[in-house]
């Protein structure tokens, strides 16, 4: 089971709603996310992730393919080579719980406006 859970890719993951891998995933970010995008997920030198526009694509595919590979030039790391797959997913679902929070001095909107599928946003 843990082996066909590190299979996961950007190609195949999906959104996960369990609170232990959400808790998971909050955690990973608080330390390995938050320099950049903030405790809260507002932004400082890395985008605002609580609002609905998104640079890169806001599908949680999309998120985990920046998570996975990062961004370079703009500074993002890749993170394939510190994080497990199952990780990626669970920060990346995590990052996806964000949206709407609405945190104190959150960075202005940047990129496109996405629209979350209904489902995803239910399991919120």
Same mark, same amino acid.
């Given at each position: 089971m843990a082996t066909s859970a590190n299979n996961v890719d950007e190609t195949n993951v999906t959104f996960v709603a369990e609170a232990s891998r959400i808790e998971n995933g909050q955690t990973m970010f608080v330390q390995k996310c938050s320099p950049c995008h903030g405790q809260a997920g507002g932004g400082t030198v890395g985008p605002n992730l609580t609002d609905?526009?998104? @640079?890169?694509?806001?599908? #949680?595919?999309?998120?985990?393919?920046?998570?996975? &590979?990062?961004?370079?030039?703009? *500074?993002?790391?890749?993170?394939?080579?510190?994080?497990?797959?199952?990780?990626?997913?669970? @920060?990346?679902?995590?990052? #996806?719980?964000?949206?709407?929070?609405?945190?104190? &001095?959150?960075?202005?909107?940047? *990129?496109?406006?996405?629209?979350?599928e209904e489902e995803t946003v239910a399991m919120k």
């Open positions: 609905t526009y998104w @640079i890169h694509g806001g599908d #949680i595919k999309d998120i985990f393919r920046v998570i996975k &590979n990062g961004v370079p030039n703009k *500074g993002m790391i890749p993170w394939k080579s510190q994080l497990t797959p199952v990780e990626m997913q669970d @920060i990346a679902s995590y990052i #996806i719980t964000l949206e709407g929070t609405n945190p104190p &001095n959150a960075k202005e909107p940047q *990129g496109e406006e996405y629209i979350r």
